[in-house]
């Protein structure tokens, strides 16, 4: 558990969920395109609704659009991937809204919304797993690979300066956090 974070990081984590918020909208409206199993996709479009909602909201508190990108980014196209990747992404932003909750308790509905997501993706991947071979496997191997490459895009979050006193812990709390997460739901060992 890490210690809530003072009223000077409230600019920050507003600006990081901003930008994690557009990344989530964008990644979303992309996975739609890609093949995925029956009953995800109604799940993505309200998935997308909501994120344009936070989004709007976010906007709306820091008083600045967050509108740039022009093309969708590219997503795994093998539903074990991209439900790992979702899964990862979702898991980091529910990190990031339990910071923004004990900054700004008036904002709890963004963490119940990031809670929802995270379960759904999270019951998806154990739906994967529990399927065994080449498609866990697939998935296992999805997780390692996107477990790598997340020290550097939590640092980034992290990189303002407002987080100077608490970086390194709050690193290690995130990091931590989601590992449990990916052993308890089986995409590590």
Not at 4 to 18: D, G, K, N, S, W
Not at 26 to 31: G, L
Not at 36 to 45: H, N, Q, S
Not at 61 to 79: A, E, F
């Amino acid at each position: 558990m890490i210690d809530l974070l003072p009223a000077t990081c409230e600019r920050a984590i507003l600006e990081q969920f901003l930008k994690a918020e557009a990344m989530a909208l964008w990644a979303v409206r992309a996975a739609q395109a890609q093949d995925v199993p029956p009953g995800v996709l109604e799940f993505l479009r309200r998935h997308e609704e909501e994120e344009s909602q936070h989004l709007k909201q976010f906007e709306l508190l820091l008083g600045v659009n967050s509108h740039g990108k022009t093309s969708l980014p590219r997503m795994p196209s093998q539903w074990r991937v991209l439900a790992v990747h979702l899964y990862g992404y979702e898991t980091l932003g529910l990190e990031f809204a339990r910071l923004l909750v004990g900054l700004r308790p008036d904002l709890t509905s963004i963490l119940e919304d990031e809670e929802v997501h995270v379960g759904f993706f999270e019951q998806e991947v154990r739906a994967i797993l529990v399927q065994r071979g080449p498609m866990a496997d697939g998935a296992r191997q999805a997780a390692q690979a996107w477990r790598r490459r997340l020290p550097p895009t939590v640092a980034r979050y992290l990189q303002d300066e407002s987080f100077s006193p608490y970086r390194d812990g709050l690193q290690r709390h995130i990091l931590g956090v989601i590992d449990e997460r990916f052993l308890a739901v089986g995409l590590s060992a």
